[in-house]
């Protein structure tokens, strides 16, 4: 009994003096503090112009993210309330109209507003009014903590903070890096300049596909913005850098102005988020012909289709919740068989986010071979996954063991049958939305699956027909893809006489163009 008093006094004077490098770590933040006034900012608001990306959404996987412009960006950040928001409007601008993401290639110069304040999240809808994004509450929150002052506020909270000396070859300078963990699970690192300014954070956020995901942010050109504080004018900021893929850019922010402590900077949040509902995984299931199966209920459908002994899922989407479900539906519907395969549409992160349930499983994942590398090295390989584990990374399978046949890949054409049933991915040509996009063809019930392609709506007059929508009527053409049913990724099922009696003109227009561009 003794004993254990005297060791439990010994643990809280340690706790209590610290630990030799949480002292020194201390040190060097109160100096850092001291180089931008940190303790004095209680809010910070900032106005920019520059770039911003679409995560995710680039044209093939190999490539960097998809770029426009910002026209304009302000954010405001208030430390005390843990609330922020952002504020931007982005136009297309010179940059190549490749790749994919809501609203890409950007039309006009639409407003982007994102709110956070503690654990609740939203964005404003076209009209303005208040859309909760519950879900993007907590890495909205964590931004804060790694802002120039706010990262300097969070990791004097750390009893942990530490510090280490690196230094770094290629620029010929030492540097200190400081390390400490907010929220119970995020870690971040900085690194500081001999004029302890925060010159780059580099940290991890969770991420469906790329799990921890790396977040890097520089922060440079730091200038005098009154009440003894100092930002940087310049910021640089990557997501979802790997070593086996390189750089990913996701933001520059090139500063105009930034105040500190401004008036009513904290952002409250309004009744209609307070008292929004959790969002919650739905699954519905539809019989679209024998043995063919929509889950829907969500923004992405899948489709499940009976073999003689197996199942094939038709599309991934999202994340891990949303997979787990989908597979229970599929199995409920189409009961005692195993989930064999799970065709891929194409590698955007909205629609390969919940690959790895699948993969989990013991399907095999059918991709076109652009994908090949990153589903396998980064994707489906087992890596660290700590701040939002999921099935595959829960229950991994042995390195060395008997695992899936993880992939199967394709140039142009695939076909899974088995004499009973079909189901053929085909390489879509000229589309500018994804290098690596696949249309699946059931040529039993002659259905049609596609991703971010439409269809358009019946009657939707020529003009306004999307180019991808004109892409996939090509293609049909090409392959002479005899269709009575189109099942799109997104929306409800429709019939193909629609399709060709709306998408015909527009397509047979963009033809005529052509010829004469090339008069
Ligand atoms: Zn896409």
Redesign the pocket.
Known sequence: MKYRLGATLFVLSILMAGSPAAQDARGLLQAADKAIGASAVNSVQYNATGWIRFLG?NFTADQDWNRVDLQSYTATIDYGSKSAKEEYVRVQGNNPRIG??AGFPIVGAPRTTNFVNGNAAWTLNAQGQPQAQTGEAEVRQFMLWVSPHGFIKAAQQDPNVSVTDRHFVRTGRTLKVIGFTTMGKYRATGEFSDQNLLERVVTWIPNPVMGDMQVEIRYTEYKDVGNGAKFPFHIHMHQGDHPFLGGRNLMDLAISSAVVNVANAAQAVPDAVRTAKPPVVNVTTMQLAPGVWLLGGGSHNSVAVEFRDYITVIEGPLDDDRSNAVIAAAKRVIPNKPIRYLVN??H?W??SGGIRAFAAEGATIVTQESNKDFYERIVLAPQPRSLSPDRLSKFPFATTGPGPQKLETFAERHAISDGTQTVISYHVEGLN??GD?AIVYLPGPKILVS??MGPPAAGTPAANVNANSVTLYNNIKRLKLDVTQHVPIHGNPSSHADFERTVAPAAAQQQQTAAGAGQ
């Open positions: 959404q994919g993401g549409t194409h955007h909205d629609h939305h994804a996009m991703a971010d």
